[in-house]
């Protein structure tokens, strides 16, 4: 019936019956802080070279961006109205970010298509300026801070734990330990988030995890006016930032303990999923499927007897994800702070590049 509701491309996502087998026994690992490295037991698996018509088309784009005259909208609004005295050169930061998979991911989601391409990766330059994350991180300039955005966590609605069975990061959304009324912070929150977790994908992973977990918590007392679950603008907002912005980056998106108000939420907004996103997303499915139970919270199945506490756990991220940005942002530097670096190479300690810009 659900998946009627939600239309096409929304089959299997009706809430399965519960296992009522008892639960075996396991050796829990107490945590209290984001794990901070790939294990060996999770390997990246290596993706096809371009083909030869793909590597034109790349550097084509690669071209287009480097030309050090160009200029960059600095708002969408200026981006949208073609305002030609609201533009920038592109700053260091910006070309740290432009790597090589970057350009890429935004080929590969116009389908080789370099025009509209170039207009969605100038697009998003100018939003990142706007919304404050360009700089790569608060301590390069960013104006969504850790300061900022710390009071959204204090209940730990969002937490970066551990690494799926793709080796890509994850993201917990838990939409029941909602801890404040709507407002742009929370949108703030979550993209710094989403710029958090992609600061842990080791080599070669260039998409995250979401496992969003719908659960009411007694411990968060309730909002008073504010509803656990977004208003729809809220909630079309961070699906265009997602598809607009963040393309290529959703891996899969595992979603559990859906209430009825949530069905009817994900009613509204799924005529503005697009198909590549629906097809990523997984209803009701146990996560330990998806994620070895040692990189799990053990409420999911896992053996990761996770306990947020704020001021333990953000000052570690915030501490964490520094680290990887400076390391990200010296090789950078070391290989000629050059458009087209990449990510392979930035975040990895080997000397010679795999990936050196012809």
């Known amino acids: 019936m659900l998946g009627k509701l939600l239309g096409t491309g929304a089959k299997n996502i009706v809430p399965q019956e519960k296992s009522t ?14 794990i901070n490295g790939l294990p060996e037991y999770l390997k990246v698996v290596e993706k096809e070279p371009l083909t030869r018509d793909q590597e034109k088309k790349y550097v084509e784009m690669l071209n287009y961006f480097s030309d050090e005259a160009l200029l960059i909208p600095n708002t969408e609004h200026a981006f949208k109205h073609n305002d030609q005295n609201d533009r920038a050169v ?6 740290a970010w432009l790597t090589r998979e970057c350009i890429i991911r935004y080929l590969n989601a116009t389908n080789w298509n370099v025009d509209r391409s170039i207009d969605r990766l100038t697009h998003s330059l100018a939003w990142r300026r706007e919304f404050g994350i360009n700089h790569l991180g608060e301590e390069n300039g960013d104006k969504i801070t850790s300061e900022l955005v710390g009071v959204e966590n204090e209940s730990g609605k969002q937490v970066v734990l551990g690494y799926d069975n793709d080796s890509r ?11 404040t009324k709507t407002s742009r912070r929370q949108v703030q929150h979550l993209v710094f988030m989403l710029e958090r977790v992609i600061d842990f994908m080791p080599q070669g992973q260039g998409s995250l995890a979401l496992l969003i977990d719908f659960k009411e918590y007694s411990d968060v007392p309730k909002v008073t006016g504010n509803s656990k679950i977004p208003p729809i603008g809220v909630g079309k907002e961070v699906l265009h930032i997602l598809q607009t912005h963040y393309p290529e980056r959703l891996g899969k998106a595992l979603l559990t303990n859906i209430p009825w108000l949530a069905w009817s939420f994900l009613k509204l907004i799924h005529p503005f999923i697009d198909p590549v996103t629906r097809n990523k997303l997984v209803f009701d499915e146990p996560f330990n499927k998806y994620v070895n139970e040692k990189q799990l919270d053990s409420t999911y199945g896992g053996v990761l007897e996770f306990k ?12 964490m994800t520094s680290i990887k940005r400076k390391h990200y942002m010296d090789r950078f530097n070391k290989y000629g702070a050059q458009i087209g670096l990449s990510e392979w190479d930035l975040r990895g300690d080997h000397d010679e590049l795999k990936f050196p810009i012809k």
């Open 308 to 319: 947020y506490k704020h001021e333990v756990y953000w000052p570690h991220l915030i501490e």
């Open 90 to 95: 592109l700053i260091l930061e910006e070309k």
């Open 169 to 179: 990061p994850i993201l917990y959304l838990k939409p029941g330990r909602q801890n």
């Open 21 to 34: 087998k008892p639960k075996e026994t396991k050796t829990l690992i107490p945590i209290d802080q984001p």
